[in-house]
C-alpha cells in the first residue's frame, strides 16, 4: 500500500513539472544578476543627486552619473508623498542597495526591492 501511494505522488510531481516550470517568470540570468547587483556608491555622500516618491511605497533616485534606480519599501509610508527630505540609510559601507532603508519623519523604511530602471522615472499622476 505504501509503495502504490509512492508511486502515486511520484507519477503527480512528474506531471506538475511542466506546469510548475511554466508559471516560473522568465529572466535571464544577465537580468536577475543586474537586480541583485543594483547599487549606489558613495550614497552618504556625493552619490545621489536627486530623489523622487511615487505613492507610498516607492522611491526613485538619480546618482551622480544620471542613472535612476527604483526602491520599493518594506512597509508603506503614508508620509512619503508629503515629505521634503528623506534620510537615507547607506549602511557602514556608504553604498545604497538592496539592502538599504530611507528614514521618514524619523521612521525606518528598509527596502523591499532596489532596481536599476531604463531612462527617468514615469511621470507622476496628476489628481
Not at 8 to 15: K, T
Not at 71 to 80: G, Q, V
Request: with cysteine; hydrophobic share 45%.
Amino acid at each position: 500500500m505504501i509503495r502504490s501511494l509512492n508511486l502515486a505522488l511520484a507519477a503527480l510531481a512528474i506531471a506538475c513539472a511542466p506546469a510548475i516550470a511554466q508559471a516560473a517568470p522568465a529572466t535571464s540570468p544577465q537580468h536577475q544578476a543586474e537586480a541583485r547587483d543594483a547599487s549606489i556608491p558613495f550614497a552618504n555622500t556625493v552619490g545621489i543627486w536627486n530623489w523622487e516618491a511615487r505613492g507610498d511605497s516607492t522611491v526613485y533616485f538619480e546618482s551622480n552619473n544620471r542613472q535612476w534606480y527604483r526602491a520599493t519599501l518594506m512597509a508603506p509610508s503614508f508620509d512619503l508623498p508629503y515629505v521634503n527630505y528623506i534620510g537615507i540609510d547607506a549602511g557602514p559601507t556608504g553604498t545604497l542597495d538592496r539592502f538599504g532603508a530611507v528614514y521618514i519623519h524619523g521612521q525606518r523604511y528598509p527596502f523591499s526591492s532596489f532596481v536599476k530602471i531604463d531612462g527617468k522615472p514615469p511621470a507622476a499622476k496628476k489628481h
